[in-house]
């Protein structure tokens, strides 16, 4: 089972901030089949990037991903409100499929 | 639109099964290149994938869990279920159902539900 850590755990910024979260995978995601998703409160998950850098549609593009093999990349080029929230990378080219323990990005 | 909407008991007892489905509509269950998933989330943590049906009818689960999850489908009715036998405490979740494609390579879920909320409790 690919286990991914995400880092940090939490990131205290305000908005217009550009913030940047890590995944590294226990090895080698294939085809770079990495997704990125955000979650807030009481709310299902929701799709923001895959395959490591393809943005989901109706995704603003200052949601970027990047990375391939196991390190990956989650940026935002300038905090909106509407973006602190949890965010879950997830692996999806070898089964299990496996979730990171998330990010959250908080107001400071 | 795709949408999903899980339903099902909110609370389950201990050693009993727990039993969801989720109805889908503006999409048919059995279209090509469709997969069908369920995923969890006890409260506060973080996100686990419990299994997935493809459009006809092969099942993939987490290893996990494997030996507790049976997942179903009635075409008739658009929906697809969940079994889960034995429930512990450990069980309690947010149970969510999602959607994803397979066409030319792999997608993650890109459509979920609502999510439900399941209790063990006696």
């Known amino acids: 089972e690919i286990v991914l850590t995400q880092s940090p755990g939490t990131l205290s910024l305000s908005p217009g901030e550009r913030p940047t979260l890590s995944c590294r995978a226990s090895?080698?995601?294939?085809?770079?089949?990495l997704a990125w998703y955000q979650q807030k409160p009481g709310q299902a998950p929701r799709l923001l990037i895959f395959g490591a850098s393809r943005r989901a549609t109706g995704i603003p593009d200052r949601f970027s991903g990047s990375g391939s093999g196991t390190d990956f990349t989650l940026t935002i080029s300038r905090l909106e409100p509407e973006d602190f929230a949890v965010y879950y990378c997830q692996q999806y080219g070898n089964s299990p499929w496996t979730f990171g323990q998330g990010t959250k990005v908080e107001i400071k | 639109q795709v949408q999903l909407q899980e339903s099902g008991p909110g609370l389950v007892k201990p050693s009993e099964t727990l039993s969801l489905t989720c109805t889908v509509s503006g999409g048919s269950i059995s279209s090509s290149n469709y997969y069908w998933g369920w995923i969890r989330q006890p409260p506060g943590k973080g996100l686990e994938w419990i299994g997935s049906?493809?459009?006809?009818?092969?099942?993939y689960y987490n290893p996990s869990l494997k030996s507790r999850v049976t997942i179903s489908a009635d075409t008739s009715k658009n929906q697809f279920s969940l079994k889960l036998s034995s429930v512990t405490v450990a069980d309690a979740a947010v149970y969510y159902c999602?959607?994803?494609?397979?066409?030319?390579?792999?997608?993650?879920?890109?459509?979920w539900g609502q999510g439900t909320l399941v209790t063990v409790s006696s």
């Open positions: 049906m493809s459009y006809d009818g092969n099942t």
């Open positions: 999602a959607r994803r494609v397979e066409l030319g390579g792999s997608y993650p879920f890109d459509y």
């Open positions: 090895q080698s995601v294939s085809n770079n089949y």
